[in-house]
Every structure is written in C-alpha cells, then in structure tokens.
C-alpha cells in the first residue's frame, strides 16, 4: 500500500517561496497520478495541483496558476509543489495525494486514494 509522507510547510513572508516534498513508500510511484490538495481554517479541503503519471499532463487551480509548479521525481518516488509568490490566502495545510492511473487514462485530480499526513504553511502579510 502506498504511504505519502509531506515535508517542507513553514512561515514565509507574502511574495516568498516554499517547496513541499512528498516522499512515497510501499509501491512505486511511476504508475499513480499525484497532486496536491489544501486546506484552510474553516473551509474545506481544495485541490491544487495534479501531474499524470508521466508528468506530461498538469492540473491547476486557477488560484495557483502560474505561481504554482507541481513536479514529479519517480526515481526517488518523489513529487514537488513549488510554490511562488506566496499570498496569505495561500496558508493551510497541504496535502500530498495519489492515485493509481489506467493506462492512458488521466482524470486530473479526482478520486485520489492515498493522501499524507499535511504540511502547514503560513504566509504572512
């Protein structure tokens, strides 16, 4: 079973920059599509950024586009969310997810199966 465990929240400063891992254990990721997910104090969860499983294919909320990058290193079964210029509206907690993909197959960021713990991230004005 797929385990994602989430490293990299802090406290940046508006206009900053954060990189969030997600490191995978107990099966390969080059057959799951992964993506990002956030949550903010009283709101509900929202997906963020998602790669198919070659990473040929991205996903993003319009929120993030264009600041946001989400990456994918199936050889250290590891994917990224490289985050820039920040926006207060950005903080909670993020969430790593995947799932398994059919070949040729990809739906974006639906259905994820297998999701981390959160990492928090605070942006401050």
């Known amino acids: 079973q797929l385990q994602l465990v989430e490293s990299g929240g802090g406290l940046v400063q508006s206009g900053g920059s954060l990189r969030l891992s997600c490191a995978a254990s107990g099966s390969t990721l080059d057959t799951y599509t992964i993506g990002w997910y956030r949550q903010a104090p009283g709101k509900e969860r929202e997906w963020v950024a998602c790669?198919?499983?070659?990473?040929?294919?991205?996903s993003y909320a319009d929120s993030v586009k264009g600041r946001f990058t989400v990456a994918r290193d199936d050889a250290k079964d590891s994917f990224y969310l490289y985050m820039n210029n920040l926006k207060p509206d950005d903080s909670g907690t993020y969430y790593c997810?995947?799932?398994?993909?059919?070949?040729?197959?990809?739906?974006?960021?639906?259905?994820?199966?297998?999701w981390g713990n959160g990492a928090v991230v605070t942006v401050s004005l």
């Open positions: 997810a995947a799932v398994y993909q059919v070949p040729g197959f990809y739906v974006g960021c639906y259905g994820m199966k297998y």
């Open positions: 790669a198919s499983k070659t990473g040929d294919i991205t």
